[in-house]
């Protein structure tokens, strides 16, 4: 258990099942040794959590205000305005998804700049090409998405019909505001901007 602790504590990034089973052998249960690690943690401000794949030491959310008042935020986090979380979370809930097939999703046309300013945050990457006339690229979410959100997979984005059940979301409101909504129409999607080809995808 030390040498798994070890290798997550040191690791910048999170630390894959694949690298652990090297560092401990195939015989070990990875599982059950990140579960000892959690119930080690139980009184501390940090916990071993499940993040893009892999495993990473985070702070516990319930001391961000403390963290907050104490460091001044988090000046490393990117800064991600509307229209760009906006064509994001659009990328995240209809990848692979095409520059128009986006522009349909959100209502309007979606700027080269904010695909560009996307993949430099490295928060989505190329995706396979479309089976649509000029084969157009498509856009996917990438590894590093995932870990700046605390996501595990994409099956931890939240549930569009839970967040309408919550009252987080109008559905009728999000059609008129361009916030992506869950099996809508794509649209048809003609030629697209030239990309370095297919991508990470998950």
């Not at 499940?50 to 935020?73: D, I, M, N, P």
């Not at 998405?145 to 994409?154: K, Q, R, V």
Request: hydrophobic share 40%.
């Amino acid at each position: 258990m030390a040498r798994v602790e070890a290798v997550v504590f040191a690791s910048p990034e999170p630390v894959t099942r694949e690298l652990l089973v090297r560092v401990v052998g195939k015989d070990c249960s990875i599982d059950l040794l990140v579960e000892d690690i959690g119930n080690e943690l139980a009184g501390r401000p940090y916990e071993i959590v499940a993040v893009a794949g892999g495993w990473q030491f985070r702070t516990r959310l319930r001391h961000g205000e403390v963290l907050q008042a104490a460091l001044g935020g988090t000046p490393s986090a990117p800064h991600i305005t509307e229209g760009e979380m906006l064509v994001l979370a659009s990328v995240a809930y209809h990848q692979p998804v095409t520059r128009r097939g986006l522009a349909d999703i959100v209502g309007r046309e979606v700027g080269r700049e904010v695909i560009a300013r996307l993949r430099e945050l490295d928060f989505i990457a190329s995706g396979p090409r479309s089976p649509q006339p000029g084969a157009p690229f498509t856009y996917v979410t990438t590894r590093r998405f995932l870990e700046h959100f605390g996501l595990d997979t994409l099956r931890d984005l939240p549930d569009l019909e839970a967040l309408e059940d919550a009252g987080l979301l109008d559905r009728k409101g999000a059609a008129r505001t361009g916030i992506p909504v869950a099996g809508q129409e794509d649209g048809e999607d003609g030629p697209d901007e030239a990309g370095p080809g297919p991508d990470r995808e998950f």
